[in-house]
């Protein structure tokens, strides 16, 4: 497999002191969500209270992965970790013992006769 080449995000996609985003908004209240779920993560109550910044949302977003990391609680989702083991193919299947039962039988009809198409086309039997 390629590998694929990601280029190297400009210096002014991260800004420290840039008001968080609603995407990064959104993750946070997942990444709260995990937290309260999952116990009392011990986390720096200074951390948890100023996530107004990206550097307060990365701060805050390393202390619960790395919580969850040392709990063993990452990557617990119902979605499988990606692997780089190429999967197996599926089983050929085994044919049945008995042919199935058609309900349906074509029967044998005359061919029709040259140029009847375009004699029913205009209205002529």
């Known amino acids: 497999m390629e590998p694929i080449i990601v280029p190297t995000p400009a210096r002014s996609a991260y800004n420290h002191n840039r008001r968080i985003s609603d995407l990064l908004l959104s993750q946070l209240k997942h990444f709260q969500h995990v937290e309260k779920k999952s116990g009392d993560f011990g986390i720096d109550p200074e951390i948890a209270r100023n996530i107004y910044t990206e550097a307060g949302a990365a701060k ?61 086309a205009k209205g002529k039997k």
């Open 60 to 120: 805050y977003i390393a202390a619960v992965t790395t919580t969850l990391r040392a709990r063993g609680l990452a990557g617990t989702a119902t979605q499988p970790a990606l692997s780089m083991v190429p999967a197996k193919k599926p089983a050929k299947k085994q044919p049945t013992s008995a042919p199935l039962a058609i309900a349906a039988v074509a029967t044998k009809t005359s061919t029709p006769k040259k140029g009847s198409v375009k004699n029913l």
